[in-house]
C-alpha cells in the first residue's frame, strides 16, 4: 500500500467514524422509533476487515435469516476496491421499517448479528431516488 493509499484510506475510515457521530445522526437501533411509512435501506459500514472470507460468511449466515422474514427485498455486500482496502458495505432493503423492527424480534437475527465485525457505522435511509438503465424513480 502506497503512502497516499494508506492516507487516504485513514481519512476515509475517520470520516466514516465522524459522520456517525455528526449532527442529526442516530443510531440505526434509534431510528426504529421515528415515524416512517414506506421502503428502507439498512446501511452497515465495516472498517479495518482483516478476513473478508470470514467477514462474508458471517454475512451470509444473518443475511439467510433475514431473508426468511417477511418484508425482506434484497442484500448486497461489497468489498472497497484494491486487496488491502479493508472496507466493506452492506446494504439490505426492506418494504418497511416495520417490517426491519420485526425481524430484529427474532433472537436469531439478534445471535447473527453480534457475530458479525464490529460495525464502524449503520444507518437507516430511506430510498427515495434511483436510476437505472434510463428509468428514473423519484416520488
Known sequence: MTRFTARLAAAMASALA????GPGHR????QFEVPHSGRVMAVQGYVDVDDGVALRESWL???DIMAEKPGFIRAELS????????????????RSLDDLRSAFADARVLEAEHAMPEQ?????????C???AG???CP
Open 18 to 21: 465522524i459522520s456517525c457521530a
Open 135 to 137: 428509468q428514473r424513480r
Open 130 to 132: 434511483s436510476h437505472s
Open 79 to 94: 468489498p472497497g476496491i484494491g486487496p488491502e482496502s479493508g472496507l466493506w458495505l452492506s446494504i439490505a432493503y426492506w
Open 27 to 30: 443510531a440505526a437501533f434509534d
Open 120 to 128: 464502524q457505522f449503520v444507518h437507516l435511509f430511506w430510498p427515495n
Open 61 to 63: 449466515e444473518l443475511i
